[in-house]
């Protein structure tokens, strides 16, 4: 019987992975969702990548799904003149307007009113904090002057951040905008919105979504700032799913409050039934050598165990030297790591009585419920927006969760979900035939054998495709 990994795993493509070969290996190995980074890749480069996945997901008969990660306000710095340092307690010249080379002396920045927005005693981190420098001057206009706290080399076009700043820049850029029209013609399945503070930033992203497609793509939140974190619960009405970007974040934050924010996070993204994504640094050492050191392991299992729904790779897959090493090693420790008796998940039936889906989800809950208590082997759900292969897979079954969908649209995007694997399947003959016919689907793809038991969600009538409203259990 074919066992499934039911935490997934999200690699970025980049110079080391683009390849329609190692593209392969990768989908092969266990990735669930690659993540086209819009910080470094052009719409033409995209554009091939996103052709190719298509293909080789026709070739396997996969649903790897195609996340688009929009780059957001990153504030970087200009280009520097090579072998540039600065040195603790010297003054440097910070400039905006027209770009230029920098020096030891002066640094140009494309965030054109920060001296507006920043005050004095506020810092400034380069190159995710190696560097810190603090404002000890602004005209308010083009210039800030500030004190080097923390020395260092400096090279062209590092990014930096503003933990005591309040920015004014919009959560979507012009650059941003272009990649999501762009992102939502080439039908991705999830967009990503980088350096979310507040839930009018998610707003505007489907806002222009909805003016560009007939069709609703689901979009993620990155949490990698203070006031996101802040604001996490209005953002979360809004968003589809949230990603703890740890990066930014643990610049931003002191780095010891980080693990218990992630904690937090996923917890409030599990009782809002959306997908969380831990990212960031999961097996940074994998990207010189073939192994990970032992933090690495316990971070990677420590998110498995705190019931996120995805990791995510980002240099280990993108830049480094063993993108399917570092997929086959994440593999085997969510293996090993998710099916464990350890593992604690507080299970609390829906309390929204009065809502539309009151009854689905109600439904949902009973289902994981009973599986967990029969010890069957899977729960299968029909569904055509999607939603009960959502709700299942939060409830975080001891079990698989086969969704079977007659919109296409909805196939790979279910991929991204926590233990959720999806089928084609159209037919509305009737509800024993349906049931007859999705239960021998299972089993010809090894999901299911004989004399085990499968938790089978419907709706009657089945032709209306109507709310699930029928929980049955077969024996097969």
Known sequence: MKKLKKTKIIATLGPSSSSSGVIEKLIKEGVDVLRINFSHSSHEEAQVLIKEIRKINTNLNTNTSILADLQGPKLRIGKMRPDISLNVGSIIKIKTGKEFIGDDKVIFINYQTLPLDINIEEKILIDDGKIILKVTE??????????VIQGGN????????????????????????????????????????????????????????????????????????????????????????IMVARGDLGVEINAAE?????????????????????AT??????????????????????????????LMLSGETSIGKHPIEVIRTISKIIGKVENSNLISLKHKHPTDYDSDRFITKSVCYYAA?????????????????????????????????????????????????????AFYYDCTESTDKTVEEINKIAVDNEYLQKNEKVITLTSMPIHEKGMVNTVRVTKI
């Open 369 to 421: 419920k009973i599986a967990n208590d029969t010890n069957a082997k899977a729960i299968s759900t029909l569904t055509n927006s999607g939603y009960t292969a959502y709700q299942i897979s939060s409830w975080r079954p001891k079990t698989h969760v086969l969704a079977f969908t007659s919109n296409s649209r909805i196939l790979t995007q279910l991929n991204l979900l926590w233990g959720v694997k």
């Open 154 to 241: 400096v090279s062209s076009n590092k990014g930096f951040n503003l933990p005591n700043t309040s920015i004014s820049q919009p959560a979507l850029t012009d650059k941003d905008i272009k990649d999501a029209i762009f992102s939502a013609k080439q039908n991705v399945d999830w967009i990503a919105l980088s350096f979310v503070r507040q839930e009018s930033d998610i707003k505007s992203l489907i806002k222009l979504l909805e003016k560009n497609t007939d069709y609703r793509i689901p979009v993620i939140a990155k949490i990698e700032k203070p006031e996101g974190v802040k604001n996490i619960d209005d953002i979360m009405k809004y968003a589809s799913g």
């Open 258 to 278: 980080v693990p218990l924010i992630q904690k937090k996070l996923v917890n409030k993204a599990k009782k809002a039934r959306i997908p969380v994504i831990i």
């Open 281 to 310: 640094q999961m097996m940074e050492s994998m990207m010189e050598s073939l192994n990970p050191n032992r933090a690495e392991v316990n971070d990677v299992a420590n998110s498995v165990m705190d019931g996120a729904d995805a």
């Open 138 to 147: 602004t005209n308010k206009k083009d210039q800030i002057l500030a004190e």
